[in-house]
T-cell receptor, first 111, second 112 residues
Framework: GDSVTQMEGPVTLSEEAFLTINCTYTATGYPSLFWYVQYPGEGLQLLLKATKADDKGSNKGFEATYRKETTSFHLEKGSVQVSDSAVYFCALMGGYNKLIFGAGTRLAVHP | SAVISQKPSRDICQRGTSLTIQCQVDSQVTMMFWYRQQPGQSLTLIATANQGSEATYESGFVIDKFPISRPNLTFSTLTVSNMSPEDSSIYLC?????????FGQGTRLTVV
């Protein structure tokens, strides 16, 4: 069945460092792909999405490109801030619009 | 976008009791989804609720434990029955619109 594999955390970075969180997927067809973010004590928010191969989703300085050939959707940011500290979830939308989530990656950014 | 109101936002319950979580959406939707997020874990789909039919449960979840109602196109409830400490989780409802999913703020349940 469909699945999402996400790099394990926690990831600890200094402010202004470069961030990559790896995400790969297994799916039949070409699902839409998402990154969600969960800030401490808050609900789940959509960070960015891509609906077809080679699409690049971007928001708040974060980017991810839908790579069909490597079945990947890695999240990147050129310069992280303390306020980016959160848990990040990669997800795909499978059949019947069900979301399948990766395990989540906790990011801690220190000043 | 979609505005989803979920309540209660949190609760502490005694084992053996039941809790009903409500989810209200600001406009009509065909499908509503219920997810569980166990402590430190990812989100797992419990069931999909369609108006006018029985909910469809994912593997590992049963109707007796998690009965769901869907009386109209903007509202759903999830009941966590006969609770045990293992049910301590965040429960979230979700809707999709335009191939994008929106989530409520979640219900943080602690069973003691």
């Amino acid at each position: 069945g469909d699945s999402v594999t996400q790099m394990e955390g926690p990831v600890t970075l200094s402010e202004e460092a470069f961030l990559t969180i790896n995400c790969t997927y297994t799916a039949t067809g070409y699902p839409s792909l998402f990154w969600y973010v969960q800030y401490p004590g808050e609900g789940l928010q959509l960070l960015l999405k891509a609906t077809k191969a080679d699409d690049k989703g971007s928001n708040k300085g974060f980017e991810a490109t839908y790579r069909k050939e490597t079945t990947s959707f890695h999240l990147e940011k050129g310069s992280v801030q303390v306020s980016d500290s959160a848990v990040y979830f990669c997800a795909l939308m499978g059949g019947y619009n069900k979301l399948i989530f990766g395990a989540g990656t906790r990011l801690a950014v220190h000043p | 976008s979609a505005v989803i109101s979920q309540k209660p936002s949190r609760d502490i319950c005694q084992r053996g009791t039941s809790l009903t979580i409500q989810c209200q959406v600001d406009s009509q939707v065909t499908m509503m989804f219920w997810y569980r997020q166990q402590p430190g874990q990812s989100l797992t789909l419990i069931a999909t609720a369609n108006q006018g039919s029985e909910a469809t449960y994912e593997s590992g979840f049963v109707i007796d434990k998690f009965p769901i109602s869907r009386p109209n196109l903007t509202f759903s409830t999830l009941t966590v029955s006969n609770m045990s400490p293992e049910d301590s989780s965040i429960y979230l409802c979700s809707v999709d619109r335009g191939s994008e999913a929106f989530f409520g703020q979640g219900t943080r349940l602690t069973v003691v």
